[in-house]
């Protein structure tokens, strides 16, 4: 079973950016669908973005669409969130995901994994 750490949240101001990483311990390619998902205190869990592995397919939550960017680094197993534009509604413990990647990144398509990032997006 593939483990993932997240890394590089922080406090940030809003319209800032941050650079979330997901360190993989074997290869991303072997899971069929990457991503993220977050979860604010007292709030549903909600789908981020992801990657379908097969197809190479990205899909973003509207909520974040024009602000987030997916990426993967193959070599390094480790994928990405690049975060722009930040609000404070972003404010959520950031995880890891693996599942399935379909459009709008519906939360149960994803499992969460590990301890998670915390974004916390305050002036």
């Known amino acids: 079973q593939v483990q993932f750490v997240e890394s590089g949240g922080g406090l940030v101001q809003p319209g800032g950016s941050l650079r979330l990483s997901c360190q993989a311990s074997r290869s991303i390619l072997a899971v069929d669908g990457i991503g993220w998902v977050r979860q604010a205190p007292g709030k549903e869990r909600e789908g981020v973005s992801c990657i379908d592995i097969t197809y190479d397919e990205t899909y973003y939550a509207t909520s974040v669409e024009g602000r987030f960017t997916i990426s993967r680094d193959n070599a390094k197993n480790t994928f990405y969130l690049q975060m722009s534009d930040l609000k404070p509604e972003d404010t959520a413990v950031y995880y890891c995901?693996?599942?399935?990647?379909?459009?709008?990144?519906?939360?149960?398509?994803?499992?969460?994994w590990g301890n998670g990032t915390l974004v916390t997006v305050s002036s």
């Open positions: 995901a693996t599942g399935y990647c379909v459009p709008y990144v519906p939360p149960d398509a994803l499992k969460p």
